[in-house]
């Protein structure tokens, strides 16, 4: 028996071993699957990414009316138009606060009519109303930071409300464990 052969095809393998699998076939076949759930994936992540990039986009082109208003109001603020800048509040920020009380709050703040540059690095879009949040930067190169919620009322944007750095509340205290001897 050990002299012995076994012959299949136009191989020839000894009696008692196992034959070899074909592996031609079995590679082949797994790299083929391999590829595929490689094209998968990859057009996944594809399809993934679009999505984002569209739902960017979008909240970046239902924003822009938004910030139109803001930077009209800058503008007319700079300009000494006080009025013109009022009239871009919601009627709830007008009923709650006066033109002379805005005035007053206006002159205290100084840097306001100084803003050079106006970045808004944040910016969502929920139905109708609008969040903004960024920063100014006066002509002495100071920089405030800034949030404005508006609405919208009769198909424009409204500003409702607006905090400046002095007014934004500072973040929560960390709650550090002492450790008494």
Do not use: C, K
């Not at 094209?39 to 910030?67: C, D, E, M, P, Y």
């Amino acid at each position: 028996m050990e002299g012995e052969t076994f012959e299949r095809g136009s191989d020839r393998y000894p009696v008692g071993f196992p034959q070899p699998a074909r592996t031609e076939r079995r590679t082949g076949r797994s790299s083929r699957r391999a590829g595929r759930a490689l094209g998968v994936l990859a057009a996944a992540v594809l399809i993934a990414a679009a999505a984002v990039i569209f739902l960017v986009g979008v909240s970046w082109v239902r924003s822009q009316g938004a910030i139109h208003v803001v930077e009209a109001q800058i503008e007319a603020i700079r300009a000494g138009h006080v009025e013109e800048a009022y009239d871009l509040f919601s009627r709830s920020y007008q009923r709650g606060t006066s033109l002379p009380m805005f005035r007053r709050w206006l002159r205290r703040q100084g840097g306001l009519t100084n803003v050079q540059n106006l970045q808004f690095w944040g910016r969502s879009v929920w139905g109708r109303t609008a969040l903004l949040w960024g920063r100014f930067e006066d002509d002495l190169g100071h920089r405030y930071p800034v949030r404005y919620l508006l609405v919208q009322e009769g198909g424009t944007w409204r500003i409702d409300r607006f905090q400046l750095a002095s007014e934004l509340p500072d973040p929560p205290p960390r709650s550090e464990r002492l450790i008494e001897i």
